[in-house]
């Protein structure tokens, strides 16, 4: 290749690899362009992995037996060894009588003729290497093919690591975009109830102890707000926070997606992909819904909780995993130990540290306080011109059994100040069962009977503080002092 060609073509190069953001796509590229401009016959690119074996993972490669790869990769690792070592590219006309790879039995096996190969060069440091061989002729590539590929290589080496940056700092634009309403939600976790504290209690004693936790209560009782939150305030803050519903995904789907897999290992399997174990990588894996989960992939989960490693779908290695595990559950997992349906050895390892989270029909004295935080929440989003709720309507709130717990407590405050037109939420703007009264009738209470129950309760938790029992339930405090003349109590 002449001069004026190598120059044109490293300019055609550059603009086609510098388009390029998917460190995959970007990958096979440098190889595809390596193997057209030199005409090799086979090829492959590594990036150094201190956590590999060999200390490289190939990443990228063409014209291997894909059953037998890992032995021909292997035949060439003095060539890269030697090339990693040194920081020198290696040209070989006739590798099989080259002194520096006789003691090479894969090479001698493969019949491998002519070598090249470049270290992938970023400043100081080398980050990889692209490798091509031909079996077919001597002297295939050039010294002129050496000096274009080195060039190639220090391009290359840059837009690989540009298109990896660009890669996880937009996955990490997902990940904060995905976490910043739930963290703007929930800078503070609401409630004062004495089952809701003791919950967080034991929250707080973990939150600097890496073992595992399990969460359980019903749907909608916050389970993933608690995790969040013992991530965010332990030592694991700052690093990633994934969370995994086992029962939203496919069950022939789930070990890929949460353990990863490598390029050919099914088909579709293009390229190597992490897992969400990974990605996870230094934070917190959230498994939520545990109880849905299959059989075989308990017993990997197990390994992932004891040994701290897992292996992608098609490896032969094992991963280290540096992530802390929560689970959460709605389901009586000791029920589904019985049944053969969860793992006994499972459970008992998830179950060292148990926080069960209450129904909210058992913390209603927190109503009042979740109120006033969606309702303010909700005027913000919606813009709209609502000051407080109508004691009538918290009397509602307060008797209902909010089968659906905080998430749908939350969901009917937000429909409620969308559909209200005054600048009180009244009876009127709530849509809902509210004829669930099971638990007035089962106490033959009526509604007045249970309204004063709740405020002498409150009143009493304030230490007969009127105005702070006028705030903990969301009334004003006027309105409390008539209840309290009316009842007598002044």
């Excluded at 992608?312 to 000791?334: M, P, Y």
Aim: charged share 30%; with cysteine; glycine share 6%.
């Amino acid at each position: 290749m002449e001069q004026k060609d190598n120059f044109n073509a490293l300019y055609d190069i550059t603009k086609t690899i510098n388009l390029i953001l998917d460190p995959n796509e970007l990958l096979e590229k440098v190889l595809e362009i390596a193997m057209t401009h030199l005409s090799a016959e086979r090829g492959f690119v590594m990036l150094s992995d201190q956590n590999a074996e060999l200390g490289y993972t190939v990443v990228a490669f063409k014209n291997f037996n894909s059953k037998k790869a890992g032995d021909e990769f292997a035949g060439s690792s003095s060539v890269i060894k030697t090339v990693l070592d040194t920081g020198e590219p290696v040209l070989t006309f006739d590798a099989m009588s080259d002194e520096r790879f006789e003691s090479s039995v894969s090479i001698m096996a493969q019949k491998i003729l002519s070598i090249i190969c470049i270290p992938l060069r970023t400043g100081e440091r080398i980050t990889g290497a692209v490798y091509l061989d031909s079996s077919k002729s001597r002297k295939a590539f050039t010294d002129d093919a050496l000096k274009f590929l080195t060039i190639f290589g220090n391009l290359a080496a840059i837009a690989i690591e540009n298109a990896q940056q660009y890669s996880s700092l937009k996955a990490e634009n997902v990940r904060l975009k995905n976490e910043v309403d739930v963290t703007h939600l929930f800078s503070n976790i609401i409630g004062a109830s004495e089952k809701w504290k003791k919950a967080l209690e034991i929250a707080h004693r973990v939150l600097d102890v890496d073992v595992a936790i399990l969460l359980t209560g019903e749907s909608g009782t916050g389970k993933e707000l608690v995790a969040r939150a013992i991530h965010d305030n332990g030592t694991r803050k700052g690093k990633p926070f994934v969370a995994v519903n086992a029962s939203a995904l496919p069950e022939n789907l789930m070990e890929s997606e949460l353990f990863g897999y490598m390029k050919g290992s099914f088909t579709g399997a293009n390229s190597d992909r992490k897992g969400l174990i990974e990605v996870a990588s230094g934070g917190t894996l959230f498994l939520d819904e545990i109880g849905d989960l299959p059989l075989n992939l308990q017993a990997k989960i197990l390994r992932l909780l004891q040994e701290k490693e897992y292996r992608r779908v098609g490896d032969t290695k094992n991963k280290v995993a540096d992530i802390r595990i929560i689970a959460a559950t709605n389901k009586d997992l000791e029920t589904a130990v019985k049944e053969g349906r969860f793992r006994d050895d499972l459970f008992f390892r998830l179950n060292v540290i148990d926080i069960h989270l209450p129904p909210l029909r058992d913390r209603r004295d927190d109503i009042p306080l979740l109120a006033k935080y969606f309702l303010k929440r909700a005027v913000e989003n919606y813009k709209r011109s609502i000051d407080g709720i109508h004691p009538e309507a918290m009397q509602m709130l307060l008797a209902n059994q909010w089968k659906g717990n905080v998430r749908e407590f939350q969901n009917v405050i937000e429909r409620a100040v969308v559909l209200c037109r005054g600048s009180q939420l009244t009876k009127e703007d709530f849509v809902f069962n509210a004829g669930d009264s099971s638990a007035l009738q089962k106490n033959s209470m009526t509604l007045a009977d249970f309204e004063r129950q709740i405020i002498e309760a409150t009143l009493q938790e304030m230490e007969g503080n009127r105005t702070r029992t006028a705030e903990r339930l969301g009334v004003s405090l006027r309105w409390l002092q008539y209840r309290l003349k009316e009842w007598g109590s002044e």
